[in-house]
């Protein structure tokens, strides 16, 4: 993989979390997820860790709490930019 982990991680800083974190329906549950989700991505020590987690995310429960929250109040989720991930990732 060419592209870094804060690469990634900016990706979906600007395509799914500031947006999500900036929508005008958003509430603490979702404020507080948000969170949850940034500090397990600055803590993952590589790339390939990052993407690991993008795809493992969406299928855990977690997770999909999460893209219900965000898809009720009509923000972008991990789902709705996995394309772009992916190519992002080389794949």
Known sequence: MNTSKQQLIDFLEDYVLRPAEDH???NDIIRRKI???????NK???AETV???F???M???KGIDSYERL???DATTFE???LEFKKLCGR
Do not use: F, Q
């Open 24 to 26: 005008p329906k958003t």
């Open 35 to 41: 969170h949850g989700t940034r500090m397990r991505l």
């Open 44 to 46: 993952l020590s590589s």
């Open 51 to 53: 993407e690991k987690y």
């Open 55 to 57: 795809w493992n995310a």
């Open 59 to 61: 299928a855990s429960e």
């Open 71 to 73: 898809h009720e109040i």
């Open 80 to 82: 709705d930019v996995r």
